[in-house]
C-alpha cells in the first residue's frame, strides 16, 4: 500500500465507536530464505522486497502509527514462520 497512513486515517474516520481494525502486515526488513551465506534465492526475496514493499519498517511501527492517530491498540501478536532443521542421520 503506497499510502499507509492515509488508509488508516480514512478506517479511522468511518469506523462506528467501538468499532475494529484488524491489520495484517509482514515484516519484510526480516524476510529471508537463505539457508547459507551467499545463497543466490536470498537475492530474488531481496529484489521482491525492494520493488514491491513500500515500507519496509510499517509493522514495527505500526503500533505508535495508530495510537497517533487515534487508535487504542487493544492486541498486538507477531507470528514467526520457521523451517525447522532437519535431522542429521549418520550410518555406517
Known amino acids: 500500500m503506497p499510502d499507509p497512513e492515509l488508509a488508516l486515517r480514512e478506517a479511522y474516520r468511518v469506523l462506528r465507536p467501538d468499532g475494529w481494525l484488524a491489520v495484517f502486515d509482514g515484516d519484510y526488513i526480516t524476510t529471508t530464505v537463505a539457508i547459507h551465506d551467499f545463497d543466490p534465492l536470498q537475492s530474488l526475496v531481496n529484489a521482491m522486497v525492494a520493488n514491491f514493499v513500500h515500507n519496509p519498517w510499517l509493522t514495527r511501527r505500526l503500533s505508535k502509527t495508530l495510537a497517533a492517530m487515534g ?13 525447522p532443521p532437519s535431522r542429521l542421520t549418520c550410518s555406517r
Open 71 to 83: 487508535f487504542q491498540v487493544r492486541s498486538l501478536r507477531s507470528h514467526g514462520y520457521l523451517r
